[in-house]
């Protein structure tokens, strides 16, 4: 079974940079064909793809973000990170980590942009 978990600080102060780590077990974040989002939810919104990186190492982001977005990987660790730069109360939302291949997403984590 795979599951993953996100952990971060839940309060970052504006102009600062949010990063978050999603731990994955039960699989391999570089076995074939598996790809890990990061997506996020801010309140009384729908849901928001942030990005991804792939099995291999490659990364896509949302073209509303891609400026802000970095999102990497420690292998040995089988971790993924997000990094978003230049936050403003406008990020401010629930950030999920997931994998549609394996079915699962995390439980979500809390962060608020606030002064």
């Known amino acids: 079974q795979v599951q993953l978990q996100e952990s971060g600080p839940g309060l970052v102060k504006p102009s600062q940079t949010l990063s978050l780590t999603c731990t994955v077990s039960g699989v391999s974040i570089t076995t074939n064909y598996y790809y890990w989002h990061w997506i996020r939810q801010p309140p009384e919104k729908g849901l928001e793809w942030i990005g991804r990186i792939e099995y291999s190492g490659s990364t896509y982001y949302s073209p509303s973000l891609k400026s802000r977005t970095s999102i990497s990987r420690d292998t040995s660790k089988n971790q993924f990170t997000l990094q978003l730069n230049s936050v403003t109360p406008e990020d401010t939302a629930v950030y999920f980590c997931?994998?549609?291949?394996?079915?699962?997403w995390g439980q979500g984590t809390q962060v608020t942009v606030s002064a």
């Open positions: 997931a994998s549609p291949r394996a079915a699962s």
